[in-house]
């Protein structure tokens, strides 16, 4: 998943980023609202981190802005402001959700696990594909009963080929999902990832198929 991180205080976004890229998701920090435009106009996130303090305005006009927009992005907000009346405007506003800082990482993950499954319309942590199951929380594809660990960047594209729901996915696509702007990536990162997975997957019906000159796609062999 690809996560934009608007945050201020540029050590609090560091620690964040930090503790997010470890989950796998690539992170494109912002510290200003201007930032945060610029990044929304080359690149699609799964998911905004939002502060409201900010240099150059109030988070929450870039959040009202975004809803106008008809942006579908969801949005967990960010902040020291911890009254009630604090979380009901930026709920009002078009917030998903609502943190106080300072915060445990592990909740701001749960959050964020959260949020996604409900934009996703799935309420369960683990998920069936043909004879395999994957359990994105634990980071394992069970195959034959067999449990395989994943690495971080393996969930993300699990999650991201089955989400597709049998469709293709470009590998341009792929690598804007799973990199973010400050990441290097060499012309065959995408062929190592699908390779590993594909590794992950042997002795299942789940196949990863290439298509040629267009990209992948998840499918259940016959």
């Known amino acids: 998943m690809r996560f934009l991180l608007v945050e201020d205080n540029s050590e609090l976004s560091a620690s964040v980023a930090a503790r997010l890229r470890l ?3 690539a992170v494109d920090a912002a510290l200003t609202l201007a930032d945060a435009e610029e990044c ?8 905004i981190l939002l ?3 900010l240099p150059d305005g109030d988070g929450r006009d870039f959040l009202a802005r975004h809803r ?19 979380r009901v405007d930026a709920l009002d506003t078009g917030a998903d959700d609502y943190i106080t800082k300072p915060f445990d990482f592990a909740e701001l993950e749960a959050r964020c696990r959260a949020v996604l499954r409900r934009r996703g319309g ?12 994957f359990d994105p929380l634990a980071a394992t594809l069970v195959v ?17 080929l089955l989400g597709a729901q049998g469709r293709i996915m470009s590998k341009e696509h792929l690598v804007d999902r799973l990199f973010s702007f400050s990441e290097p990536v060499s012309d065959n990162a995408i ?5 590993r997975l594909r590794k992950k997957l042997q002795g299942s019906r789940a196949r990863i198929e290439t298509v040629r ?8 062999a016959g």
Do not use: C, K, N
Request: charged share 30%; no cysteine.
């Open 51 to 53: 502060d409201i303090m």
């Open 40 to 47: 929304l106009a080359v690149a699609t996130y799964d998911l």
């Open 122 to 133: 799935a309420a369960q942590t683990a998920r069936q594909f043909a004879d395999v199951s």
């Open 213 to 220: 000159g267009l990209g992948y796609r998840l499918i259940e």
């Open 144 to 160: 034959q009963g067999e449990a395989r660990d994943l690495r971080s960047r393996e969930v993300r594209l699990m999650e991201l």
């Open 191 to 195: 062929e190592v990832y699908v390779g």
């Open 23 to 25: 989950d796998g998701h």
């Open 68 to 86: 106008r927009a008809e942006r579908e992005t969801p949005v967990i907000v960010m902040t020291a402001r911890s009254s009630v009346s604090d």
